[in-house]
DNA sequence: TCCTGCTATGTGATCAAGTTACAGAACAGC
DNA sequence: GCTGTTCTGTAACTTGATCACATAGCAGGA
């Protein structure tokens, strides 16, 4: 690792400001760039915890039939949290990756990893919040599947895409699908019934004109 | 605590069993048996960790209209990451908590828990492989609920509770709708199907003359 | 420009699952 | 036995998923 490289990473990681030059020096410590569209699938073991300092990549699980559901996105900052349970608990993790963005990753290998984790207080801490975060996300995701229509699950996913001064969204119904863990029909025929009621309107690859407070009423 | 105690949280957590005299004579650190059927709800705060020594407490979420869905149980010797991450990262824990059985639990105050954390390497990597396996166990419960029909569903969870001996299961139809997280009428429509097709017997309470390996080859 | 192929969308028919609304059976306690 | 409670069964209906196409929009080459 060179000084800048080293640099830059705590500059993406605040936590990490407190590792020592010789620390930085071990074997095995790299910087990847990857490229945008790069899949790893599930099952395969690493080596190496993988910490996000660019970038984004989706953790997403895959039926059979071809459906997908995304668990989670990891963005510029954050660390995988069933990547690094791949290293520490001797299990294969067991979603697919999809890198979205061009992403740039700091890999640590397990060994170093582990005892960073031992040394490092702030890195510690880091990991865990990393860790608790990802639990609340995914029990909140499985709260929405159960308890929630898709016509509500749409709305939030919208007014999340969405701001005040930012009424249009760039997706397709299947990446909406894929968001949602449902079927792109699903998701076309309430699109067009909402754009019939004037809550949208729909184009190619496109929804424009969202009304995001007529949305705001329907979430509550 | 006192010496019996210390030895018996270390029969329970072998991890503990580094952690010296003094660090067990720290204010706060206590063990405390819950009676069954308590709950703790949604989104109060927790200022302990716990760990639990004997008895199964059962982490869910409740929908508005009172249907419920299991995330996952936590048994002897085993802790719980939510709980844990709420005093970790400074968020309320966003699930129920069930005690399902008169539970013995090892409450050790975050503070005393962040310092033991740094200190004992053992303690540690248990704590580490509590969350990685939870995070494991979500996303696969999300996979099943996502790309699976209730009716393998329902085999995978007989034949999970069965043995090639013990054909027979307590349970009422309530409970099983609970675990996979749907409506009673829908468990119930499906194990009259079942039975109708000779794969089971239904009496109040009860699934008997579960025919385990013709589950095995719905469920391949 | 037209043709071709690919991606995105629309829609009907059908099936599976969730909801509503009961009725009746099994059991527990008196 | 009677009574209240818990558990189970079922019909009718809504929502969501699947299957099977039809059509529309766009891009690139002939």
């Known amino acids: 690792m060179q000084m800048e490289q080293i640099k830059e ?17 071990e074997n095995g410590i790299s910087v990847v760039t ?40 990891i963005h510029d900052g954050g660390c995988c949290p069933l990547m690094a349970s791949s290293i520490l608990g001797e299990t294969a993790y067991e ?15 397990a060994r170093i990893f582990q005892r960073w984790m031992g040394t490092y207080m702030s890195f510690r801490q880091f990991i865990f919040k990393s860790f608790a975060e990802r639990l609340i996300i995914m029990s909140n995701l499985i709260d929405n599947m159960v308890f929630k229509s ?3 699950r749409i709305c939030e996913y919208l007014l999340d895409r969405t701001t005040e001064g930012q009424h249009s969204l760039t997706t397709t119904h299947d990446q909406l699908a894929i968001e ?3 079927a792109r029909e699903v998701i076309s025929r309430t699109l067009k019934a909402m754009e019939k009621e004037g809550l949208i309107h729909l184009s190619r690859g496109q929804i424009t004109n969202i009304q995001r407070e007529q949305l705001l009423e329907l979430v509550e």
């Open 95 to 109: 979603a697919n990756v999809w890198i979205e963005k061009p992403t740039t990753v700091l890999f640590i290998p």
């Open 34 to 73: 990857l490229p945008a569209n790069h899949i790893i699938h599930e099952g395969e073991f690493l080596e190496s915890a993988a910490l996000i300092m660019h970038g984004t990549v989706r953790m997403y699980k895959l039926g059979e039939n071809g459906r997908e559901v995304t668990l989670y996105r």
């Open 150 to 152: 898709i016509r509500i």
């Open 180 to 182: 949602l863990g449902t």
């Open 9 to 25: 990473a705590i500059t993406c990681f605040p936590c990490l400001a407190d590792i020592t030059e010789e620390d930085w020096k």
